[in-house]
């Protein structure tokens, strides 16, 4: 028993084919240039964060440290607790 595709058929399956490929390499390309984007905007970013003097950074140590402090405070006040 063979299966024969019918000339439409082969047509249609070609054409869809041809439509996958082509939407396969828009999406590569389009996430490429996305993520270009995305690092040449993060190299600006840090360019300019540093040419200020880091106010970012030392921000978010500051952030860290306040953090840091209250996990010590609650964590003194559980084995405190525990005791």
Do not use: H
């Amino acid at each position: 028993m063979t299966y024969r595709i019918t000339r439409t058929r082969a047509i249609f399956i070609s054409l869809w084919l041809t439509s996958l490929f082509c939407f396969s390499v828009f999406c590569y390309a389009l996430g490429k240039k996305v993520t270009e984007r995305n690092y040449e905007a993060a190299i600006i970013e840090a360019t300019e964060d540093v040419a200020n003097g880091c106010p970012k950074l030392f921000g978010y140590a500051s952030m860290l440290e306040d953090e840091n402090a209250k996990i010590n405070r609650l964590l003194r006040e559980c084995k405190d607790g525990n005791q």
